[in-house]
């Protein structure tokens, strides 16, 4: 079995800045790769960032710029700083990780979620 705790989510004004934390405990052989996902109220959820390999990166058009994605794969945890935020950011954001247990499967799985609110 895998966890996946996150930290960091908060209140924090427009323009301001936010830096989530998730790490993965557990039974890992491998990390394959981790990323976050938001649900805003009455929306779907949707992949804002993912980080594969420790290098290849993937952000949502709404975040390049202001989102950066990075992992500390010693720690096995991934981090999302994101600055410039905008009320529209406002979610709770999950953190998923494809995760390899053994050598001979992978599967996936959630933390529990964090709350992103930008309100001025």
């Known amino acids: 079995q895998v966890q996946l705790v996150e930290s960091g989510g908060g209140s924090v004004q427009p323009g301001g800045a936010l830096r989530l934390s998730c790490e993965a405990s557990g039974k890992i052989y491998s990390i394959n790769s981790m990323g976050w996902y938001r649900q805003a109220p009455g929306m779907q959820r949707e992949l804002v960032a993912s980080?594969?390999?420790?290098?290849?990166?993937y952000y949502i058009d709404s975040v390049k710029g202001r989102f950066t994605i990075s992992r500390d794969s010693l720690e096995n945890t991934v981090y999302l700083q994101m600055n410039s935020l905008e009320p529209e950011d406002t979610a709770v954001y999950y953190c998923?990780?494809?995760?390899?247990?053994?050598?001979?499967?992978?599967?996936?799985?959630w933390g529990r979620g964090t709350l992103v609110t930008v309100s001025s």
């Open positions: 980080i594969s390999g420790g290098v290849s990166t």
């Open positions: 998923h990780a494809n995760v390899s247990p053994t050598y001979y499967f992978d599967m996936d799985y």
